[in-house]
């Protein structure tokens, strides 16, 4: 059984500013973080290589991938590469900590 428009959308998303002239960048991907906090219907968790993005509309996984570029083009970098990695599944669903949850069970 196929559970149409009921399943979580997964996504993994990192965000790279080029020509900063430095290696640092924290301050760009905490104002990237920042700006997922103003749209409704995602969840996300940060991790140290990428953000995990959760919704139940891909259309929101869409819409914090803009988000996230802007901000960063909103603090004058002139170019972000962005990837990002989606995971939609029907059959079932399940939230980012039911997925932690079933590798420690392991």
């Given at each position: 059984?196929?559970?149409?428009?009921?399943?979580?959308?997964?996504?993994?998303?990192?965000?790279?500013p080029?020509?900063t002239?430095?290696?640092?960048?924290?301050?760009?991907i905490a104002?990237?973080?920042?700006?997922?906090?103003?749209?409704?219907?995602?969840?996300?968790?940060v991790?140290?290589?990428?953000?995990?993005?959760?919704?139940d509309?891909?259309?929101?996984?869409?819409?914090?991938?803009?988000?996230?570029m802007?901000?960063?083009f909103?603090m004058?970098?002139?170019?972000v590469e962005?990837?990002l990695?989606i995971?939609?599944?029907r059959?079932?669903?399940?939230?980012?900590?039911?997925?932690?949850?079933?590798?420690?069970?392991?």
């Open positions: 059984m196929i559970l149409q428009d009921m399943g979580k959308v997964h996504a993994e998303i990192g965000i790279l080029i020509g002239g430095s290696t640092s960048l924290g301050k760009y104002r990237g973080v920042k700006s997922l906090k103003n749209i409704e219907g995602i969840k996300y968790q991790t140290p290589m990428g953000t995990m993005l959760e919704s509309d891909i259309d929101k996984i869409f819409l914090a991938s803009k988000v996230l802007s901000a960063l909103e004058g970098v002139m170019r962005t990837i990695k995971d939609e599944r059959d079932k669903i399940r939230t980012l900590e039911d997925k932690l949850a079933s590798i420690k069970e392991e």
